[in-house]
């Protein structure tokens, strides 16, 4: 939603309404002393229970003058806001907060804080109790109102998150190219209810039909402007270390899921050393197994946590490692050391249409006919092909409990060059 700062400044200059709400920021000192902390929570809230939105700091919301905010302040008022999030709001809410240059009506430059709030699967109390948005302002939800919306957020919690309607979207965001390959001889002959059948378009809490999570991903061209974090970062750094500085390759690796994973396959082909030996006959030793990087980006891409707003996948390439990490803690009662052994998936719709997709990448050594394989044999994969070629078993780690880091090792050349 208005990702450009062009698209921005458009919106703020018609003013508020139901997804988008102005306010100034007023300091004593170091302090923030405007908008009222339980205000600012109970705004904050209140798009959270509606649908998702844009909260923009340092625009008057009567004149919509860009006023800005002392850019040596921006920290505060970035801290001032998680402390409202975390400990004014119940439950704690998540949302995206950037730093944002834009220029204001005299041509001058000015800075912005722009907040992203989801649309919530929860209900949220703030400190005046439980509100929604109305148009350009909020509203305290009368019982039964607030009932309905607890029953409606509960139910939604009951279905999987790749099954959920994303709001603002319609059947139209969804290509037929790309959701027909998904038919067989025995699919329903109407389209919608195919579509339906499939899960990849469901009705809303407002009866209004919506592509799902699963849609969007599958089925749309841009998965990315629909659900923001869904692509791949990928990074070659020359090295061993992460720095900016040294970067060799860089790419946001977009498009629906099985494209990203073919895509995120030839980008570390591309990017990694082939180190070749005559032994009589020239062998040639690669950095990585393709097999194994496959099963590995194949894994990141569908069991990754789509509900964490504003995280992307990461896969990060080095010198002497391959590191890729997925939003999300790990699926239900695994844990680190039995990932091995055995087998959970978050996105239960998602891991089914994979399976449906024929195998797009060359990964020498691999059997496979189509993306995903319900067997279980992904992680065994990456950990027996890995540790045959680098000698080294690679490495899982669960970070604050939000995001799994896989590091694959790689080979190193025989004649010990870096």
Known sequence: MYESISDL?????????????????DFSGNKVIGPHKDGMADELAAMANTASGIIVLGVDDKTRAIQGIPPEKLDIVEGWLRSICNDSIDPPLDCVIRKLFVSDQEGGEKTILRIDVPRSLFVHKSPNG????????????????LARLFQQRSQARLIRFDEQTVPGTKLEDLNPKLWSRFRTVISPKADQEFLEKMKLVATDEDGTMRATVSGILMASDAPEAFISSAFIQAVCYRGTERNAAY?????????????????ACKFVERNMRVFA????????TPQFSMNA??????????HRDYSIYGSKIRLHLFADRLEIFSPGAIPNTMTIESI????????????????????????????????????????????????????RKPAYRLLDDAELMLTIFAAQSPHGED
Do not use: W
């Open 9 to 25: 400044l458009k919106q703020i200059a018609l003013g508020e309404d139901s997804v988008l709400a102005l306010k100034t920021v």
């Open 130 to 145: 439980y509100f929604r948005r109305l148009g350009s302002s909020k509203r305290e939800m009368k019982p039964d109102v």
């Open 247 to 263: 970067q060799l390759d860089a790419k946001d690796i977009t498009g629906p899921l099985d494209v990203q994973i073919r895509d």
């Open 277 to 284: 030996i005559k032994a009589p006959h020239r062998i040639e």
């Open 293 to 302: 990087v496959f099963e590995a980006v194949v894994n990141a891409v569908a």
């Open 340 to 391: 091995a052994e055995r087998q959970s998936a978050r996105n239960e719709l998602i891991s089914s249409l994979l399976a449906r997709c024929p195998m797009n990448v060359d990964a020498i050594g691999s059997q496979r006919n189509f993306i995903m394989d319900k067997r279980g044999e992904g992680v065994p994969i990456i950990i027996i092909e890995s540790e045959k070629l680098s000698g």
